[in-house]
C-alpha cells in the first residue's frame, strides 16, 4: 500500500521549535521531491517548502524562509521539516506530497499526487 505519513506535530510555545517527518511505505521516495503544505480551516493550502529528490534543490516560501529547513533521507524514505522559531501563524495543519520536480518554485497543490493525511501544529502565545 502506497503511503505518506507526518508526524512530529504537536503543541509548541512561540519560539519554540518541532521537527516534522514524512515517512513513505510501499514505494521508494529516491526518484520524488516532496513538498509540504500547510492548512488552516477555511483557507487555501498553503505551499511551505519543497525538496528535490536528490536534496541538491530546495525551496522555502518567504514566510518560512530563515526559520525553516527541509532535508531528506533517502536510506530512511522520509524527509523532514525541522520548524525553528515558530510564531503563532505557523499553527495548521501540514501536509507532505509527491511531485516528480521540484525547483526554484513549488507549484499548487494540484500539481502533487500522493499526500499524507496531516500533522496539526499549533504555536501558543
Known amino acids: 500500500q502506497v503511503q505518506l505519513v507526518e508526524s512530529g506535530g504537536g503543541l509548541v510555545q512561540v519560539g519554540g521549535s518541532l521537527r516534522l517527518s514524512c515517512a513513505a511505505s510501499g514505494f521508494s521516495l529516491d526518484y520524488y521531491a516532496i513538498g509540504w503544505f500547510r492548512q488552516v480551516p477555511g483557507k487555501e493550502r498553503e505551499g511551505v517548502s519543497c525538496?528535490?529528490?536528490?536534496?541538491?534543490?530546495?525551496y522555502y516560501a518567504d514566510s518560512v524562509k530563515g526559520r525553516f529547513t527541509i532535508s531528506r533521507d533517502n536510506n530512511e524514505n522520509t524527509v523532514y521539516l525541522q520548524m525553528n522559531a515558530l510564531k503563532p501563524g505557523d499553527t495548521a495543519n501540514y501536509y507532505c506530497?509527491?511531485?516528480?520536480?521540484?525547483?526554484?518554485?513549488?507549484?499548487?497543490?494540484?500539481?502533487?499526487?500522493?499526500w499524507g493525511q496531516g500533522t496539526q501544529v499549533t504555536v501558543s502565545s
Open positions: 506530497a509527491t511531485i516528480l520536480f521540484c525547483g526554484t518554485t513549488m507549484g499548487g497543490p494540484g500539481r502533487y499526487a500522493s
Open positions: 525538496i528535490s529528490s536528490v536534496g541538491g534543490t530546495t
